[in-house]
């Protein structure tokens, strides 16, 4: 497993990275960060302004994506609104523990029958939040799609300097 660190950066910044180059690892993709915000804020910006910091880019439909959306209770929907497409399904959440932890069931880019699993802390430091990523439930019938998410950073990076930026909101 590799492990790797960016340089450090003014707030908000990634704190280190496990990402295993071998597409066929079951291991889970793990990112982290710290920003300046307290764990409620860091939850409400990943839960609720998602559509506000998601990379249209990775998206069924980069030029109709309208926003992304995640629906605030266990059993609730996240998903994409498209103008032409409508709703996609990305999944559903099975974890809503606000200012804790979400987590839920995911199907983007892969199988709705083998989703894989995204869970999202939120610890407490001074002077703000610890966010711990994980990208996992990775299986024999799903480990063939974990390619398709090395660019967690160039997403994650975004939510960190909107959860950063909401400090004082």
């Not at 990112?31 to 307290?38: F, K, P, T, W």
Request: hydrophobic letters at 30%; glycine letters at 8%.
């Amino acid at each position: 497993m590799i492990r790797g660190t960016r340089t450090r950066r003014p707030y908000p910044w990634p704190i280190g990275s496990r990402v295993t180059l071998d597409p066929v690892t079951l291991d889970p993709i793990v990112h982290e960060y710290e920003v300046r915000c307290s764990p409620q804020q860091a939850f409400e910006v990943y839960t609720e302004w998602i559509g506000d910091w998601w990379h249209r880019d990775y998206s069924a439909n980069p030029e109709t994506l309208s926003t992304v959306t995640v629906e605030p209770r266990v059993g609730g929907r996240v998903y994409s609104t498209h103008t032409a497409e409508g709703d996609l399904a990305w999944g559903k959440v099975t974890v809503w523990e606000p200012g804790r932890q979400f987590s839920y069931a995911s199907t983007l880019a892969q199988s709705r029958e083998h989703p894989s699993t995204v869970t999202v802390t939120f610890d407490p430091i001074a002077p703000g939040c610890h966010v711990h990523f994980e990208h996992g439930g990775w299986s024999a019938e799903n480990v063939h799609d974990r390619r398709k998410f090395t660019d967690w950073p160039a997403i994650l990076d975004r939510f960190a300097r909107l959860a950063d930026e909401s400090t004082g909101r």
